[in-house]
Structure formats: structure tokens, C-alpha cells
């Protein structure tokens, strides 16, 4: 039977003899399908509408053709419509994207000089072309590893930075897909203990123009244009389409060894700006459609994401461009998850954050997506929705990175709210009765200073940005601990080197998921830039040469200790032992008596202890001292064997069998074991 043109796939689908092209557009007068070849530009114009969508058959084009789409219609910036047939546009469902943008008159849908006025100019010569891919790939018996979240460890990193200085990863492959699967990559986050790796955004993004000006490059990669294509610049073997099989081939050697693979993903803005931004591909097939526009204003987005736009969550096409890519990347790349960035925009159908919204709704119903890991990062430009996500989801819990900041900086009054982020955020989550594995804890994320910095600088130093130092956050609740940046100074540097424990200890013997940034457990630094999007280069890049291996050891502890021990990974929140649940937690102070209401509003209070108990396992004892001196702890009765040393900051602790109390000296933890007995 002959291959009939249908409106569903979007994109482009391999039938016998050619392809199916389907295009969705509601305000379009036509369509024209463009391939690219020795010939130049053989331009088919898709005849068949169903609906909104255009479609056609287009014969003699198979694997590896380059193309793009031009749209015709309405030019009426004022009223939303911004079609222009003279710009070749990127398929919004494009597997596989070729090439960079040259920046230029061109590349826009508007004249410079008046932006109500149509650009003629021919963009062909300045813009990438789609590539039409195989997707035939040999998985094996590959398979989700399907880690619980209470048993999860997030890694996040960035698929360039982590290899392209690794004195292990072939040249040739550093910095790529290629080099993330590489085995001494993989033997360091498994040898580490992490179980699932959180790539930065790998969606293809577009490179800045102002950027490019500067010198710089974008980094980070929070400026996409390609919700299907694995960014091309991180495949070895280039953009020819080969980059979405080394990426399957990144994500099938993980899996192999244990590892989850999450993606932060960006469906909240895309990189063509606000009206005065380039004309790429959304803007100029349906601009009203897939992005929001202000009621009343139509010549401008509603935005708030802070880059120009917002995608139009409230309107089918963009609702189901989001859903057809997470099903791709779930069923034909096998990604374990995703991290959401801006998601609260992502809930914004009305204009409000609404746990309720069309977009929540279609995840929560599909199939697809029911066994994979949801993480929202809730907030955006308009409001901070930490705890408003469905229960199934997971949240970066920013409460937790600044609360654990203030307490270990020796900020005052904030005892009470440490207790809360140990325990998993029950003030944030339980009265919803969602659990504290709703949270992801973290201390350090991309965004800000790494792990190193926050305890070597007391300020940003962005100057590299070339923003006047401008950019980036200045409240950052870090310390420098006595000299800023790097110092001979030995009391300084050990200050330093027990506070990076500690933030590492509470991190990681916290209830909850906890997210590592990459790199903290070498000692990495960017030289206290906080906002290195720009830095494609050493500052962000990982240097292994400089790996702080007691801390690399250290952290490689803390996490077998956690991945061994329930006690220290609770599920659920942690109830008062006369409950006779299996998880159990006693909070006491420093002279093992419970807290009186008076002691958490004591502002001077900076020491706590935490007894962890898991029915039928090791029992343990955690106790952090932020005082500025040293702090006598009454050890409470052990439940099993006598308390043992199992981690501390100081490296002078010492905990005998005999010991009823302990010195934690100041700015310090200890933690402690109970050996179950039978």
C-alpha cells in the first residue's frame, strides 16, 4: 500500500520512497518544505491541511537530507503575526540540527531601523539546516536502572566541562557525548557513588550575538531552539546526525553501569527574544500560538523568564510540542528524568501559577511518563512555588540551599529552620503529605558558586563576563573565612577545608534527594565567578589536574554511608519513636535534652543533635556545632553497641566507648554509630 501524507507526526516521518511532512500552523497561508543539496534549494509546498496542520508527501529525500521550512502568510507584528517567507526556519520537531548562525540583518524577521517593517532579505546563506536522521540504533538489552528516589544521588554536571580537561578521555572525544561515556568518566562517578547524572541542557540552543561580540560563548545552554536535536556541538562526531547516536550511546554505556541519566530541560523560553529577537523558527510558522502574548498588546510577549518570551502553555500546539519531546527523549532515547528549569512559567496558563494547569495535568495522565523522575525548579521571574508541585514530582528546594548557608555562616536565629531542611522540609511539604523525597536537597547548583568558592569568597567576581561585575547574585551567604580567594594563610585553608565537610555531611545525611554540582568533590573552583554562563573555557571547565583528593575521599564516604545505612535515607518523615514507625528521629541540644519553644528562638542557638533510627538497623547520632567555640555534647543512650566515630570535619574528634560527652570543636559535625545488636 502507498504511503498516504498525514497530519500526525509532526516533523518529518521516513516513508517508502521519501517523507511525510507535517507542520502545524494556524495562521499560515502556506508551507513550503526546503531541501538543501548540490542543487541548491528545491523549495515543496506541503498541499494537504488537516485542521491547523499542513502535510504532504515529499518523494527522493531520505536519511541524511538537510532542510528547512518556509512559512507565507499575514505580516502584522502589532496583531502577533510575524510570517515571513524570505526566512528559512528550524523545524520545531527537527531530530538533528547542522551548523551555527551567522548573526546579521538577515537572520531577522523585522528591518533593524523599524521593526514594523518586513526584512526581505534571504537568510539561506546565514542560518543551520535540519537533518533528516536514521533512528535505528542497537540497544541491546539496555534498561532504565529504575533507582528508587530515596536511594537517589543527583550529580549534576555539564557534558563538556566534565571531560574536556580529563587526562583519561581521549583528545579526541573530550568535551562530547562520546567522552561522557568514556569509561574513566563513568569509573569516577561510580567509584563516587552518585546514581544519576543531571545534565545541563543537551536540547539544541542557540549561541548569543551578543556574546558572540564579547568573545564569549553561551555555556550553560539556557537558550534553546530544538526540543528534539541533542545540541550538535557536543558530538564527536559531529552535527551531521551522528550526534544523535553518540548521544544513545552515552545514555546506554550509563545505564550499563548503574547510572541514571536526567535532563534539565528548557520549555519555558526559546532563543528567539521578544520583538525585537531573531526570527528562527516558532516566530515565524505560528508566533501567536507558541508563544504568550500580552492581552491587549499583541506586539509584545508576556514574559516571565527573563529572556523575552514565554512559551504559550494555554495553547494545544505548544502544550503538545512539549509532550511529543518528553516522550521522545523518554521512549527513543531512554532518559531516566528531567529537570524542569523556570517550571512555575510552565504552570502560568492564565497568567497564575496553578497546581492544576493544563501542563501538570497532561504529565501526570501519561503513561510514558509515569515511571520517570519529575524535578521542577519552582520558581521563576514572577514568583517562587517551592512546594506547589503534584506529589509525584520533586522540587530544587531553595530553602535548603540558603537555610543550611545561613546556619553554617553563623547567621543568627535560624536553628529552627535547619532542623526543618534535615528532616526533609516538613514545614515546606507534610501538611500537603507529600514526603521529603518531594525535595532536592542541594547547597551548590550551577547557578552561583561553586562549593570551593562559597567558603573562599565573601563577593562575586564576574569581571570575565564582561558586565562590569554587574551580573550574577550578590547575595550569596557565602564567607571567605578570613582572606579573599586564594590564600598561603593555614588557618584560613583548614577553616575552609572543615566547612566544605560540612556542608557536604549536612547535604548528605539529610532527608530527602540530595543533587552534588559537579566538581565540589574535587575542589573545583571558577575563581569566585558566580555566573559563568559565558565561560566556555577553564573557569567552568573541570580541573583534574587540581582534584583535592582527602576531599574527593570524603565525600566518596559519605555517600556509601548513606547508600548503606536507611537510617540515614528515609522515605517518609521521620515520626517520634512512641509512634513505632520504622523511621524514627529525636532532635535534642547540646545536653541531650528535647528543645523548649524558648531554645528555637534563641538567636545565640547554634548547635543540634539528630538521633537516627531505622527499625532493625544501625542507629546514628549527628551533631553540628556552628558556635564560633567548641560545644560539649551529653551523648544520649546508645540503642545498640556503644557509639563509634564514623565522620567528622575535625579531624582530631575522638569518641571512646567509654565517652558520655564529646567536644565538637568549633564549626564542626561529628557523626556518630550504634551498631544494631540482635
Not at 523599524?114 to 533528516?132: G, N, Q, T, Y
Not at 571531560?163 to 563513568?186: M, S
Not at 563577593?459 to 550574577?472: I, L, M, P, R, Y
Amino acid at each position: 500500500m502507498p504511503a498516504r501524507s498525514l497530519p500526525y507526526p509532526l516533523g518529518v516521518t521516513l516513508v517508502e520512497g521519501g517523507v511525510g511532512v507535517a507542520v502545524y500552523s494556524e495562521t499560515a497561508d502556506a508551507v513550503y518544505f526546503c531541501v538543501f543539496g548540490d542543487d541548491g534549494e528545491q523549495r515543496t509546498e506541503l498541499s494537504e491541511r488537516t485542521g491547523h496542520v499542513f502535510h504532504g508527501l515529499v518523494e527522493g529525500v531520505g536519511v541524511g537530507a538537510r532542510y528547512g521550512l518556509r512559512v507565507d502568510g499575514p505580516w502584522d507584528p502589532e496583531n502577533g503575526l510575524r510570517h515571513n517567507v524570505h526566512k528559512l526556519l528550524l523545524d520545531p520537531h527537527a531530530r538533528a540540527v547542522e551548523g551555527e548562525y551567522s548573526w546579521g540583518q538577515e537572520v531577522f524577521g523585522h528591518n533593524h531601523a523599524d521593526p514594523l517593517i518586513m526584512d526581505e532579505s534571504d537568510d539561506a546563506a546565514c542560518v543551520p539546516r535540519c537533518v533528516i536522521v536514521d533512528p535505528a540504533f542497537d540497544w541491546g538489552d539496555d534498561a532504565p536502572p529504575a533507582i528508587p528516589l530515596a536511594d537517589t544521588v543527583v550529580y549534576e554536571t555539564h557534558v563538556k566541562g566534565f571531560t574536556k580537561l580529563h587526562p583519561d578521555v581521549p583528545e579526541n572525544i573530550q568535551g562530547t557525548y562520546a567522552g561522557l561515556a568514556h569509561p574513566a568518566a563513568i569509573e569516577h562517578l561510580t567509584s563516587l557513588g552518585v546514581t544519576a547524572v543531571e545534565l545541563m541542557p543537551v536540547h539544541q540552543f542557540v549561541q548569543d550575538s551578543h556574546l558572540i561580540e564579547k568573545g564569549l560563548r553561551n555555556y550553560w545552554g539556557y537558550n534553546s531552539i530544538g526540543f528534539f536535536a541533542p545540541h550538535g556541538e557536543y558530538s564527536a562526531a559531529g552535527d551531521d546526525g551522528s550526534q544523535v547516536s553518540e548521544f544513545k550511546y552515552m545514555v546506554k554505556s550509563l545505564h550499563a553501569a548503574g547510572l541514571e541519566v536526567i535532563l534539565d530541560v528548557v520549555y519555558n523560553h526559546t532563543a528567539e527574544g521578544n520583538h525585537l529577537g531573531p526570527t528562527l523558527s516558532f516566530k515565524g510558522i505560528d508566533n501567536a500560538s507558541y508563544y504568550r502574548l500580552v492581552d491587549g498588546d499583541r506586539g509584545n510577549y508576556f514574559d516571565t523568564t527573563g529572556t523575552g518570551n514565554s512559551l504559550n502553555v494555554g495553547h494545544p500546539a505548544a502544550l503538545g510540542l512539549i509532550m511529543d519531546s518528553l516522550r521522545y527523549w523518554v521512549t527513543e532515547m531512554h532518559v531516566d528524568g528531567f529537570r524542569f528549569d523556570l517550571a512555575t512559567t510552565l504552570t502560568r496558563q492564565d497568567g497564575d501559577a496553578e497546581l492544576h494547569s493544563a501542563f501538570l495535568t497532561l504529565i501526570e495522565q501519561d503513561p510514558t511518563l509515569a515511571g520517570v523522575k519529575m524535578i521542577a525548579e519552582p520558581w521563576d521571574t514572577a514568583g517562587y512555588q517551592v512546594g506547589g508541585f503534584p506529589a509525584t514530582w520533586s522540587e530544587w528546594n531553595g530553602k535548603y540551599r540558603d537555610d543550611v548557608r545561613d546556619f553554617w555562616h553563623g547567621a543568627d536565629g535560624v536553628l529552627g529552620t535547619l532542623a526543618q531542611r534535615v528532616l526533609g522540609s516538613p514545614d515546606v511539604y507534610e501538611e500537603s503529605r507529600r514526603s521529603p523525597l518531594s525535595s532536592v536537597n542541594f547547597i551548590t547548583a550551577h547557578d552561583g558558586f561553586t562549593l570551593a568558592d562559597l567558603t573562599s569568597y565573601a563577593k562575586k567576581h564576574n569581571a570575565a563576563n564582561g558586565e562590569d561585575n554587574k551580573d550574577g547574585e550578590d547575595d550569596n551567604r557565602s564567607s571567605n573565612n578570613g582572606a579573599e580567594g586564594p590564600t598561603d594563610n593555614e588557618a584560613v585553608n583548614e577553616r575552609r577545608a572543615r566547612q566544605r565537610r560540612n556542608f557536604l555531611a549536612t547535604l548528605l545525611l539529610s532527608a530527602g534527594v540530595p543533587m552534588l554540582l559537579g566538581g565540589d568533590e574535587l575542589g573545583r573552583t571558577q575563581g569566585g565567578n558566580n555566573n559563568a554562563y559565558c565561560q566556555d573555557d577553564e573557569i567552568s571547565w573541570f580541573d583534574w589536574s587540581a582534584t583535592d583528593a582527602d576531599l574527593l575521599a570524603f565525600t566518596k564516604s559519605l555517600i556509601a554511608i548513606r547508600r548503606d545505612n536507611p537510617a540515614l535515607r528515609p522515605p517518609w518523615f521521620r515520626q517520634a519513636p512512641e509512634h513505632g514507625d520504622t523511621d524514627t528521629v529525636v532532635v535534642l541540644r547540646s545536653d541531650a535534652k528535647p528543645f523548649a519553644d524558648s531554645d528555637w528562638d534563641n538567636p545565640d542557638a547554634r548547635s543540634i543533635l539528630f538521633v537516627l533510627q531505622h527499625a532493625g538497623a544501625d542507629t546514628f547520632a549527628l551533631a553540628l556545632n556552628a558556635a564560633e567555640n567548641g560545644v560539649e555534647f551529653t551523648l544520649p543512650a546508645p540503642p545498640g553497641e556503644a557509639w563509634e566515630l564514623v565522620a567528622s570535619s575535625d579531624p582530631e574528634q575522638a569518641v571512646t566507648a567509654r565517652s558520655e560527652t564529646m567536644i565538637v570543636r568549633d564549626v564542626s559535625f561529628t557523626l556518630l554509630r550504634s551498631t544494631s545488636t540482635p
